[in-house]
């Protein structure tokens, strides 16, 4: 599936979240997160983010697409990185 994830971060985290969210996903902006993953990877990533997350503090926002079929990607500005530069 295809995801996109954002998240919002008290301060004392934020490093903690990038670094998760870096493992998983490519970082293509400040906090947001693309790329593909299996459910069971995403499951693995969101254990992973909860085990750091304040609840009252912390957020997360996932969008799941089953497919790219419906899919588009609108750049602006400064050229950001891609889930599908790092594709083989």
Do not use: W
């Not at 008290?10 to 993953?37: A, D, M, P, T, W």
């Amino acid at each position: 599936m295809f995801v996109i994830l954002v998240y919002d971060a008290g301060e004392k985290r934020v490093q903690k979240f990038l670094k998760i969210c870096r493992k998983y996903l490519v970082h293509v902006q400040n906090s947001v997160f693309e790329g593909e993953l299996t459910e069971a990877t995403l499951k693995m990533l969101t254990e992973e983010l909860r085990t750091i997350m304040n609840d009252e503090e912390d957020s997360v926002l996932i969008y799941k697409f089953r497919t790219k079929k419906y899919y588009e990607r609108i750049s602006m500005g400064i050229e950001k990185p891609s889930h599908e530069s790092f594709m083989f």
